[in-house]
């Protein structure tokens, strides 16, 4: 049973209105062990409506949750963490962030590609299906080659959520090559991945990534792997974990990863 959630959204979160000691609270009354918190900072990310988004106060966030850590250290294990937006044209300010290590947990993620949002349906008027996520499968490599401070990263196929066609199949075998060198480069860096839980709100029929790219992952010699909800809401807390054990071992994973003060810790499915 999987009794932590390693990627949590509050009200620090820009599209999230949740209090995070409500989810505290939920997450004790699930019988979770460990859970970490992990709002977004995006630098750079395109405004809406004039607004900017996802940058977080830094200072604000790491007292507020140091505060509540404190305050429930009887009942459960909180962790900080942040996720990080990764872009070649922020690095310097994502490879500068947490410098006096603050955070016990960053995942690095790619929300958008080459500065463009797949959640909106202008971006895939562009190009093909195909093509836009053969591009951001680029875009990944080139993220990872000038940003390096991160330890898991994040919904790997994340993309699939938001092609307009439903029905569209998506086949991860036409971008075996690109994920190949992906997952190549965050193993001999010492990165992990994530198993990201909720795409299946999106009526996705498995986590992301899907259990081809967990399975090329484990082949390669991949050993960090974290889970979480990416809930924004405390009703998604830990949704669908009761699939991951068997997801986990039909890839020939018997444990999960989670992390403290940046370091990983194994804990047995």
Not at 32 to 59: A, R, S, W
Not at 72 to 98: A, P, W
Request: proline share 3%.
């Amino acid at each position: 049973m999987i009794l932590s959630d390693y990627h949590i959204h509050t009200s620090f979160s820009s599209d999230s209105e949740q209090n995070p000691e409500d989810i505290v609270k939920k997450a004790i009354s699930l019988g979770f062990k460990n859970i970490c918190f992990t709002d977004h900072n995006d630098f750079d990310f395109p405004l809406e409506e004039g607004k900017v988004m996802f940058l977080l106060n830094y200072q604000e966030y790491i007292k507020y949750f140091q505060n509540l850590r404190e305050k429930y250290k009887n009942s459960i294990n909180i962790c900080i963490g942040v996720e990080q937006g990764l872009m070649k044209s922020v690095s310097s300010s994502v490879n500068n962030y947490d410098s006096g290590r603050q955070l016990d947990f960053i995942i690095g993620s790619s929300h958008l590609v080459y500065g463009q949002d797949p959640y909106y349906p202008d971006f895939w008027d562009k190009c093909s299906i195909d093509d836009a996520i053969l591009t951001y499968y680029e875009s990944i490599i080139e993220n990872l080659k000038c940003c390096d401070n991160f330890d898991v990263y994040g919904h790997l196929d994340y993309i699939i959520r938001y092609i307009p066609d439903k029905s569209y199949i998506y086949d991860w075998h036409r971008y075996q090559d690109y994920l190949h060198d992906i997952l190549k480069t965050l193993i001999e860096n010492g990165k992990g991945i994530e198993i990201n839980t909720a795409g299946l709100k999106y009526g996705l029929s498995e986590p992301n990534p899907c259990s081809g790219i967990l399975k090329m992952y484990r082949e390669l010699g991949g050993e960090i792997i974290t889970i979480g909800s990416d809930a924004h809401s405390m009703n998604y807390l830990g949704y669908k974990f009761d699939i991951i054990p068997d997801y986990l071992m039909d890839a020939g994973f018997d444990y999960y990863t989670i992390f403290r003060q940046r370091k990983p810790e194994f804990i047995r499915l």
